[in-house]
């Protein structure tokens, strides 16, 4: 759990969000399926706004670092993209539907 999102439970749903816009993201668009995605698009994505400006990248970093500890994503260093892995995708494809109104 990082120091800014104090909350596990919205860490945790925080994570799994990220993962899901990636997601569907990567269905929709092949150059995401191949070249992943630039987390600022994510967080835009996800809409929340209770965040100040100045700690997103902190976010971002706590959301990537748990990701990629859940082998769910790749983060690539040169690009600064993040890109689904197989494990991730499985796992959107039995968690992420649900969400597909909120976040799709």
């Given at each position: ?69 859940r ?10 993209r ?23």
């Amino acid at each position: 759990m990082s120091h800014i999102i104090s909350n596990p439970f919205v860490e945790r749903d925080m994570t799994d969000n990220f993962v899901c816009v990636l997601y569907f993201c990567d269905h929709n668009e092949l150059d995401i399926r191949n070249n992943g995605m630039d987390p600022f698009t994510i967080w835009e994505r996800l809409g929340y706004r209770a965040f100040d400006d100045s700690i997103v990248p902190i976010i971002l970093n706590q959301l990537i670092h748990n990701n990629v500890n859940r082998r769910f994503i790749e983060f690539n260093t040169l690009t600064r993209r993040v890109i689904l892995t197989r494990e991730g995708r499985q796992w959107a494809d039995n968690n992420c539907r649900t969400k597909a109104g909120v976040l799709g």
